[in-house]
């Protein structure tokens, strides 16, 4: 997540802002301008599977344009949602991992509950969960989540292995319930930005060792790749077999400049045999047209093969959560 630092500000932290976002029933700007994104040439035509969508857009989002394209935010909770819905029609996103708070989440399930997969979010900005064990647990036993995340301790001074964090490991094994977890960097200056206990050390990938060692049946990605940790994040995962990454974020946030970075860390991925446990995700915030740049950035990737990008786009998603999706020949 290399990102200019007159924007970071207001956009670099998909998953820092919403601790921010207050459960996403405010109006985010008043401004009435269109979402609606340009048309870009993809030439990938397969299915796509999302698993780092929020359904709450951050506070530092709100009111500002995309750092990237420019273009404005959502105007409000159900606009959000609208372009989003518009956004995978476009793609054929057939299916996304959504992450917020009780609220929205349920208006994203409701909205359409064949698509949208309701990941809450266990932790505000307290190391104090949010979610209750107790709660989450009913949650996944009724049917009403089917994953956990965005994990967000590194923003409020957790290491993934805290004892705070251990019962949701343990829960989401016993379950068999996949979690993600944000590792990597955020912002800069986070710690000065709203979040005093934020720590860039807290995201080394390396500190979720003990987690995958104590629970070896668990299924957790790693989101934003864990950059700027590439190094760590190969050998995690080469040891650890169970552990995927997603790609959100830092396939579009580094825009046009940063893209030789981002498909440098694919790249390199790749020739690691990394290429199935990769997956797609977009973190688009609040401007429903980050989708169209994080689409943009792995279909750019001339070096992958049409059956790797669909491994990337949507069958290491299918295989990894377990989803009733054919899988058919690229
Ligand atoms: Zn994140």
Not at 181 to 210: D, Q
Request: hydrophobic share 45%.
């Amino acid at each position: 997540m290399t990102l200019p630092s007159t924007t970071c500000r207001i956009a670099a932290c998909a998953t820092a802002c919403l601790l921010l976002a207050g459960g996403g029933r405010h109006a985010f700007c008043q401004a009435a301008a269109s979402t609606a994104s340009p048309s870009r040439q993809i030439r990938y035509a397969g299915p796509i599977i999302d698993v780092h969508l929020h359904t709450d857009p951050p506070a530092s989002a709100i009111g500002a344009p995309n750092p990237v394209a420019g273009a404005p935010p959502a105007s409000s909770a159900a606009e959000l949602l609208r372009a989003a819905l518009q956004e995978c029609e476009k793609y054929n996103i057939v299916r996304a991992e959504v992450n917020g708070w009780p609220g929205t989440l349920e208006l994203w399930v409701r909205a359409d509950s064949a698509r949208f997969i309701p990941a809450p979010m266990i932790l505000r900005d307290s190391p104090s969960p949010a979610l209750e064990v107790r709660a989450l647990r009913r949650q996944l036993l009724r049917g009403e989540a089917g994953a956990v995340g965005e994990i967000l301790g590194q923003y409020v001074g957790l290491k993934p292995d805290d004892p705070a964090l251990e019962p949701y490991w343990r829960l989401a094994e016993e379950l068999d319930v996949p979690v993600m977890i944000h590792l990597g960097t955020s912002f800069p200056a986070t710690a000065h930005s709203g979040y005093p206990a934020f720590r860039l050390s807290l995201g080394n990938p390396l500190l979720l060792e003990e987690a995958l060692v104590r629970h070896p049946r668990l299924r957790v990605w790693v989101a934003h790749g864990g950059l700027p940790w590439s190094n760590e994040i190969f050998a995690l995962m080469q040891q650890y077999p169970q552990l995927y990454i997603d790609i959100a974020t830092i396939n579009w946030m580094g825009g046009p400049a940063g893209r030789a970075a981002f498909h440098s860390f694919l790249q390199q991925a790749m020739n690691r045999g990394l290429g199935k446990r990769i997956m797609f995700g977009s973190d688009q915030m609040a401007w429903p047209d980050a989708i169209d740049l994080a689409i943009e950035g792995v279909d750019s990737a001339d070096f992958l093969t049409p059956e790797q990008k669909r491994d990337i786009f949507y069958a290491n998603a299918v295989r990894f959560l377990r989803l009733r999706e054919e899988l058919g020949q690229p």
